[in-house]
């Protein structure tokens, strides 16, 4: 009984020491997370950037890191896996030319013993010209800053749908949306032919291994998924000079399609017309194009 209740309050401040110890680190990374996107010279950028990286694999190598939630680093975004079984960190630094951005990246898996699995996320966005045309690993990752994962499954196996935010170059910013798994060694896989949908002018060309919609900078169209809708709801994007082919030209009309998850694949929605004030899409005004 006694040993028990040791053991118990043993473990307890093991705890609360750990976290003491991840709360000073977070401290000394908030300077530097703040850095990375507002300091004006590149070069300051660049260090802050590169010392940061470097204090956040220190404060996860801590033992049972992965619930530690980092909230004071409001320019690095967090990323909760539905089933908990993995996080990823996002953020993004502005290059030389100030045109265009570079996306950086870290998952972090669960482990059953608190020790650390990081797997490292390195943006090739600038050394392809193709990025929708293959199945990608952590090594040629497209860049995103992710703002929502959700959960899907299909035959017993799990799907983990990423949706992302790239500022892109001066002109046009960039929404991306793939499905990521995990091979049979527990590595992840970006994309494949999970997305049905007819082509046109705005959409990737087919077969699309990842789907990005490229609007006007600023414009802030919508690509997320509706949990009451239970699918992917998307902006309608038309130009404003009349030529779709233009991206930096494409502004949200006012209306909304999407995508559905139906026999493991995101099937295109055509028409979801109406919304609320609230800007939400009325569901009771949902229906599919036939």
């Not at 401290?27 to 300091?39: Q, T």
């Not at 045309?133 to 983990?160: E, F, H, L």
């Not at 992302?164 to 960039?174: F, I, L, P, T, V």
């Not at 209306?255 to 609320?276: C, P, R």
Request: glycine share 6%; net charge positive; with cysteine.
């Amino acid at each position: 009984m006694k040993q028990g209740l040791f053991l118990f309050l043993l473990v307890i401040t093991t705890l609360s020491v750990r976290a003491q110890e991840l709360q000073q680190m977070e401290d000394e990374l908030k300077p530097l997370a703040y850095a990375i996107l507002n300091e004006d010279q590149f070069l300051d950028r660049f260090k802050a950037d590169s010392a940061f990286t470097r204090g956040l694999v220190k404060a996860l190598r801590t033992p049972h890191s992965f619930r530690y939630r980092f909230d004071s680093l409001i320019t690095i975004s967090q990323q909760y896996a539905p089933d908990s079984s993995f996080r990823i960190f996002t953020w993004q630094i502005q290059m030389e030319d100030m045109n265009h951005f570079r996306q950086k990246g870290a998952i972090q898996m669960r482990t059953n013993d608190g020790s650390l699995k990081l797997i490292p996320l390195f943006d090739a966005s600038k050394f392809t010209e193709a990025p929708f045309d293959s199945v990608r690993t952590n090594q040629n990752w497209i860049g995103a800053v992710y703002y929502n994962i959700i959960q899907t499954t299909y035959n017993n196996r799990k799907y983990y749908t990423l949706f992302g935010y790239d500022e892109n170059d001066a002109r046009s910013s960039r929404k991306w949306m793939e499905v990521m798994t995990f091979d049979a060694n527990g590595n992840p896989q970006f994309g494949g032919r999970y997305f049905n949908y007819r082509e046109d002018d705005i959409k990737p060309k087919q077969p699309a291994f990842r789907f990005c919609l490229e609007y006007k900078k600023d414009a802030n169209a919508k690509l997320n998924y509706d949990p009451e809708l239970n699918m992917i709801v998307m902006a309608h994007l038309v130009s404003e000079e009349g030529d779709n082919k233009k991206k930096h030209t494409l502004v949200p009309y006012g209306t909304f399609e999407g995508f559905k998850w139906l026999g493991g694949k995101w099937v295109h929605q055509a028409d979801i017309t109406q919304v609320n004030p609230d800007g939400r899409v009325n569901p009771d005004q949902t229906r599919r194009k036939q």
